[in-house]
């Protein structure tokens, strides 16, 4: 069990440039998600993988993210005209069905 | 919104035991308590969870009230390194998001 593991650990990026985070999940763990966590805030849910299929989406995620799990291993979510809203914690998590997500350490996504 | 209630902060000495507690008055019968804890720049850890029974394990002790309107994690020897904000979460099993709420920073002193 090697742990959730998320690339890179830290982003920087210019205001309205695009940004795409990964996260490999604990391999034999089927449900992937995705939190946003703001400075002194917990975590916020913004969407729920089973397998390949993007099963729940948080109002949180607008039109300008988007998260993709393409064969049901990795996923990445990506983040087009980056705001300055957007920088905050981007945390992964994994889990069997039914059993405690186990969460990598996160991107953080500064937005200058 | 969370279902559950913390203190903000608590400090609690090295090597004593550190008691957090949390109210979830509102919590339904399907739904389990979870504990979770975050130490600064890492994602959180899962902790233990329980239903209606006490549960122990490796890193604590998780005490529910016979009601379950409120419960106790307990960290038996508290060390520094154990100095994060711990998050009580109602669950239930077939929900997808864990809700956080503010959480309660403990503190362990030297």
């Known amino acids: 069990d090697t742990g959730v593991s998320q690339d890179p650990r830290h982003k920087i990026t210019k205001r309205g440039q695009n940004v795409t985070f990964r996260c490999d999940p604990i391999?034999?763990?089927?449900?992937l998600y995705w939190y946003r966590q703001t400075l002194g805030q917990g975590p916020e849910f913004l969407t729920y993988?089973?397998?390949?299929?993007?099963?729940?989406k948080s109002r949180l995620l607008s039109d300008r993210f988007s998260a993709e799990r393409p064969k049901g291993s990795f996923s990445t979510l990506e983040i087009q005209r980056t705001e300055q809203g957007d920088s905050a914690m981007y945390l992964c998590a994994s889990s069997r069905m039914g059993g405690p997500q186990h969460f990598g350490d996160g991107t953080r996504l500064s937005i200058l | 919104d969370a279902k559950t209630t913390q203190p903000p902060s608590m400090d609690c000495a090295e090597g004593r035991a550190a008691n957090l507690p949390c109210n979830h008055s509102?919590?339904?019968?399907?739904?389990?308590v979870y504990w979770y804890r975050q130490i600064h720049s890492q994602g959180p850890q899962y902790i233990i969870h329980g239903l209606k029974n006490n549960e122990t394990n490796e890193m604590a002790s998780l005490i529910i009230t016979e009601d379950r309107k409120s419960s106790t994690l307990i960290l038996p020897h508290a060390t520094l390194r154990d100095t994060a904000v711990y998050y009580c979460?109602?669950?239930?099993?077939?929900?997808?998001?864990?809700?956080f709420g503010s959480g309660t920073q403990l503190t362990v002193l030297p």
């Open positions: 979460i109602v669950w239930e099993g077939s929900a997808r998001q864990l809700t």
């Open positions: 993988f089973q397998n390949e299929a993007q099963l729940e």
């Open positions: 509102t919590i339904s019968g399907n739904e389990y």
């Open positions: 391999s034999e763990h089927n449900r």
